[in-house]
């Protein structure tokens, strides 16, 4: 069973934020306890501060390995520049990388089935160059997926993708693949 943080707790947004800000609440914690409570209760809460210090390493660790913003920027200019003969074969070679069997699919929908552990995604990437995203091509991509059973849909773009389209993929469960992460998974390639 996978547990999953809620999106505005407190630890999930310490974990978005820098990691100095979780660190600086677990040094107050520290001290509003040192100064606070007596002296026989003040190690039991200063160690309160604990789950802030680790937030704060795990945030620190995250961010150490965070892709440089200059090499995303040029991994997304080299893709919008590919034709879709080579954005494919990268986006191919990317997905074997991380340990997916890769299956091209020739439909007007989508353009990879990839599969592993069990689990198979449709992939949608034709129009990664598109300057806008409609809801069209995600209805599309749903109705392949019902068509074929599968259980994911991932919607990959290069520009952004329209509020209703947004709100489309969150109610069907598609996943969409944004500039950001696209950088990343085409990063590998380079």
């Not at 309160?48 to 913003?69: H, K, M």
């Not at 074997?96 to 992939?123: C, E, K, M, W």
Request: glycine share 6%; net charge positive; hydrophobic share 50%.
């Amino acid at each position: 069973m996978k547990f999953k943080m809620a999106e505005k707790s407190l630890f999930a947004v310490l974990l978005r934020s820098p990691w100095w800000i979780s660190v600086a609440i677990a040094l107050g914690i520290v001290v509003l306890a040192r100064v606070l409570l007596p002296t026989l209760y003040a190690p039991f809460g200063m160690v309160s501060g604990l789950p802030f210090l680790v937030i704060g390493g795990i945030a620190a660790w995250r961010q150490s390995q965070a892709p440089d913003p200059a090499r995303v920027a040029e991994a997304l200019a080299r893709a919008g520049t590919l034709s879709w003969r080579d954005f494919a074969d990268t986006l191919e070679r990317a997905f074997q990388r991380q340990g997916y069997a890769v299956t091209r699919l020739n439909g007007p929908a989508a353009d990879f089935q990839i599969s592993r552990d069990g689990d198979t995604t449709l992939v949608s990437c034709k129009r990664w160059k598109g300057s806008n995203h409609g809801v069209d091509a995600l209805q599309s991509l749903v109705a392949e997926q019902q068509a074929l059973a599968v259980q994911h849909c991932t919607y990959i773009s290069l520009a952004t993708v329209s509020d209703k389209a947004r709100r489309y993929a969150t109610e069907h469960g598609i996943r969409l693949m944004l500039p950001a992460e696209l950088a990343q998974l085409m990063m590998g390639e380079a």
